[in-house]
C-alpha cells in the first residue's frame, strides 16, 4: 500500500530563514499532491496543489517541487514569519477515480523570532 | 460563507453510549468527507458522499460506525456503541464538483469515549 512520510520531528528555524518540509511517498506516483496546514484544535487549510506533470507550483511566499523520479515533494516557505509555525500536512490523491486523499502525519513547524 | 459547520466540538461520554456528529458543508459543495484524526494513526478517511450517496465507506472502521446524508446541507456521523478507541478528532470537510481535490475542513468534534 502507499506510504506518505514526512518528518516526525519538529523543524525549528529562525524568522526571516526558508522553511523546507520534505514528502516522500512509496509505491506509485499520485495524480496530484497537495499541501494542508494545521493549527493546534483546528482542521486542515488548504495551501498549494501541484499535479504530476508539474514541477513546480508557487504562491507568494510558498513552493511546491515535485519529483515524481524521486517520489519526493517539497515544500518551502521563503522569508518565515513567527505566524507561520503550524503542522504541514502532505496530501495524496492515488486514484482520480476515488475521490479520496491520503495524508501524511505532518511536520511541525516552528518559526523563532 | 460560514465555512464548513461541525456539532458538538466537544464531546465526553461513556463506553456503550451513542454517539452523533454532525456536520453542515459549505453551501453548494457537492462532496462531503468524514475524516478521523489521532496521534497514532494521523488523518484518515472513514466515508465520503457525492450528491449526498455515500460512495465509498471502505475506511469505516466497524459496523458501530454508520454515516448518513439526508440532505445536500446536513450529514451526520454515528457511533453505536461507542468504545475508548474511538476516541479522537472527527472533521468534515466539503469540495465542490469541478474541484474535489480542494478540501475545506470544518473546526473538528474533539470525542472522548470514557
Known amino acids: 500500500s502507499q506510504k506518505i512520510e514526512q518528518n516526525s520531528e519538529a523543524l525549528n528555524i529562525q524568522e526571516g530563514k526558508t522553511a523546507t518540509l520534505t514528502c516522500n511517498y512509496t509505491?506509485?506516483?499520485?495524480?496530484?499532491l497537495q499541501w494542508y496546514r494545521q493549527d493546534p484544535g483546528r482542521g486542515p487549510v488548504f495551501l498549494l496543489l501541484?499535479?504530476?506533470?508539474?514541477k513546480e507550483k508557487r504562491k507568494e511566499r510558498l513552493k511546491v517541487t515535485f519529483d515524481t523520479t524521486l517520489k519526493q515533494s517539497l515544500f518551502h516557505i521563503t522569508a518565515s514569519q513567527p505566524a507561520d509555525s503550524a503542522t504541514y500536512l502532505c496530501?495524496?490523491?492515488?486514484?482520480?477515480?476515488?475521490?479520496?486523499?491520503?495524508f501524511g502525519s505532518g511536520t511541525r513547524l516552528q518559526v523563532q523570532p | 460563507d460560514a465555512g464548513v459547520i461541525q456539532s458538538p466540538r466537544h464531546e465526553v461520554t461513556e463506553m456503550g453510549q451513542e454517539v452523533t456528529l454532525r456536520c453542515k458543508p459549505i453551501?453548494?459543495?457537492?462532496?462531503l468527507f468524514w475524516y478521523r484524526q489521532t496521534m497514532m494513526r494521523g488523518l484518515e478517511l472513514l466515508i465520503y458522499?457525492?450528491?449526498?450517496?455515500?460512495?465509498?465507506d471502505s475506511g469505516m472502521p466497524e459496523d458501530r460506525f454508520s454515516a448518513k446524508m439526508p440532505n445536500a446541507s446536513f450529514s451526520t456521523l454515528k457511533i453505536q456503541p461507542s468504545e475508548p478507541r474511538d476516541s479522537a478528532v472527527y472533521f468534515c470537510?466539503?469540495?465542490?464538483?469541478?474541484?474535489?481535490?480542494?478540501?475545506?475542513f470544518g473546526p473538528g468534534t474533539r470525542l472522548l469515549v470514557l
Open positions: 470537510a466539503s469540495s465542490p464538483r469541478f474541484n474535489w481535490e480542494t478540501q475545506y
Open positions: 509505491n506509485y506516483s499520485p495524480a496530484y
Open positions: 501541484i499535479r504530476e506533470n508539474e
Open positions: 453551501s453548494g459543495h457537492d462532496y
Open positions: 458522499f457525492n450528491n449526498n450517496v455515500p460512495i465509498d
Open positions: 496530501a495524496l490523491t492515488m486514484d482520480t477515480g476515488r475521490r479520496a486523499l491520503t
